[in-house]
Every structure is written in structure tokens, then in C-alpha cells.
């Protein structure tokens, strides 16, 4: 038994319809969750190569753990979720423990997907580390161990996030490891205007709000800022509701005015 906390297992339910934007990773994820977590015999027959591991990176806000979450959906898969900085735990020798850790549980619970997020400051570029090189060196290595024991019949799967990809050891890129590297970038015109319209579908919205037009306002913003947008507009037009002291939920509507406020306060933060 470890002394370790254990880790927290979650069965996600992000559908790739949540995620706006993205269409090519989207695509390209599904396939790897074939070869990887459903049909594993067939691609072991077939010899066909699938990814083990993927990495994930590119700009805070942009949507890595939703398609991480969104793959292991799709397996019905298990959902094992770690920080790279956590896993760097203080005292020596327990990182390595934690790291091994990891994987027994993850085998345990296949199919899995591990998702690491933050993987910049656990395996950081040789020499790169400021702290105790030493153990840096010794969990980077536990954890090339456990990515190549990975057979393809563990139904286990390996998605890590940075936004620092050049900060990574590049051992961790090669070949069997981390070998499909996927840049997640911030959205374009119609990208924002798809999450947009993901994160208001279900949102009683008044005719006179355009999404099409706030897609435009927001050039160079992230999808977790356009979700705080549009979470705020709809929490100013609950204030708005109870102000007018109305009582009937079911006329309630997030109108224009509301997402201009939203956006004002949002500049000024
Ligand atoms: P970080 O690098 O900061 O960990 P991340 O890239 O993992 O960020 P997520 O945690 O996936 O980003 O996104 C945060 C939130 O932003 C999501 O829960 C979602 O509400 C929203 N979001 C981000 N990208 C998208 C997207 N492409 N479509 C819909 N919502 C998005």
C-alpha cells in the first residue's frame, strides 16, 4: 500500500460536441482512441502503429484537458488526472513511488487514459532544473520506464499538457513515448464562435444577442475566457431578473446588454 494519496479516478462525459473549434485534433484523437483504447487487438493484428502517449500543447485556456477528458469519454474509459507538479512531491523517493503508482492504478482501471497535466515541471530539459537535478533525473527516468512497459493490450493511454513544450525533456518525445505532439492553439474567427455557441446552446438567449459579433469583439481570447463571458452575462441577466423583482424563471433571457456588461467587467479585470 502506498503512503501516497491515492489518485482520483473519474469517468468523464465531455462529448466532443462541448469542444468548439479543434476539428483536426478532434479527428485525429478519434482515431488514436481506436488504436489505442477500443480495438487494440485489431490494430495489434493489423500491425498497425498506434500512439501510447500524446502531447497535448500550446496556450493556457485552450481546451487540452477537455480533449483529454472528451477521449476517455468516448472509450468509456477511465480518467486518472495528475499534475506535473504534483507528481514532483517533496520528499525524496516518493516522486518515483507516486510515478509507479500511477501506472499500476491506471492498468488497474483499463481501459485508462492518464492525463498529465503541467508535464513541463515534472520532466523538465536536462540540466534545465533548477532545484535537485538529481531527483529530477530519477523520476524523469521511472517515468520513460513505465511509458515503454505500456503494452498495447493494457488498454492504457497517455495524454500530457504543457505550454511549454520546448522546456521538455526531448527523451520524452521520442518514438513508443510521447510520439503524436499536437499544438492546441487559441481559436480563430469561427472557432470563438463555436464555443461560443456551445457554451450558450443551452442558454435561454433574447434575439438581439449575436454571438457572430462577440466572435469578432474577442479576437485573442482563449475558450476559457469565452466561457467566463458567457457564464457572465448570464449570472448579470439573473441579477438583472431579480432586480425587476420578477418571479416566473421561465421568462428569464440573457439579452445584449447583459453580455456588454459582461465584457466591460471582464476588460477592467
Ligand atoms: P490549461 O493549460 O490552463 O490547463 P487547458 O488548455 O487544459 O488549459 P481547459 O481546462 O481544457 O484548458 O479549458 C478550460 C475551460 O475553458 C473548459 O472547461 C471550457 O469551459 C473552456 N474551453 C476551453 N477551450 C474550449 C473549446 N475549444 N471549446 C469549448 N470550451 C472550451
Known amino acids: ?32 482512441v481506436e488504436g489505442a483504447l477500443l480495438y487494440p487487438e485489431l490494430y495489434r493484428l493489423m500491425r498497425a502503429i498506434s500512439p501510447r502517449g500524446i502531447l497535448l500543447w500550446g496556450p493556457p485556456g485552450t481546451g487540452k484537458t477537455l480533449l483529454a477528458k472528451a ?14 507538479a504534483e507528481l514532483l512531491s517533496r520528499w525524496v523517493g516518493a516522486s518515483e513511488q507516486a510515478v509507479r503508482d500511477l501506472f499500476t ?42 511509458i515503454d512497459g505500456i503494452q498495447s493490450c493494457d488498454n492504457v493511454l497517455i495524454i500530457a499538457a504543457t505550454n511549454r513544450p520546448d522546456m521538455l525533456d526531448p527523451a520524452l518525445l521520442r ?51 469565452l466561457a467566463l463571458l458567457s457564464n457572465q452575462a448570464t449570472l448579470q441577466a439573473i441579477r438583472r431578473y431579480r432586480v425587476q423583482g420578477f418571479t416566473n424563471p421561465t421568462v428569464a433571457s440573457i439579452i445584449a446588454a447583459d453580455f456588454e456588461t459582461a465584457y466591460q467587467s471582464l476588460l477592467e479585470r
Request: with cysteine; charged share 25%.
Open 1 to 32: 500500500p502506498s503512503v501516497l494519496r491515492p489518485v482520483a479516478i473519474e469517468t468523464p462525459s465531455v462529448t466532443w460536441d462541448q469542444i468548439g473549434g479543434l476539428e483536426t485534433i478532434k479527428s485525429i484523437l478519434q482515431e488514436s
Open 175 to 225: 518514438a513508443g513515448r510521447l510520439d503524436l505532439q499536437l499544438k492546441v492553439d487559441l481559436p480563430d474567427l469561427t472557432s470563438r464562435l463555436e464555443i461560443l455557441q456551445v457554451h450558450n446552446r443551452d442558454r435561454p438567449l433574447a434575439e438581439d444577442v449575436n454571438l457572430a459579433a462577440w466572435a469578432v469583439r474577442t479576437e485573442g481570447w482563449n475558450g476559457a475566457e
Open 105 to 146: 492504478r491506471a492498468r488497474q482501471a483499463a481501459p485508462c487514459v492518464i492525463f498529465i497535466d503541467e508535464i513541463d515541471t515534472f520532466v523538465p530539459v536536462r540540466g534545465g532544473y533548477d532545484s535537485d537535478s538529481g531527483v529530477s533525473a530519477r523520476v524523469v527516468g521511472q517515468l520513460l520506464t513505465e
Open 71 to 84: 477521449v476517455a469519454a468516448q472509450a468509456r474509459a477511465n480518467f486518472i488526472a495528475v499534475n506535473g
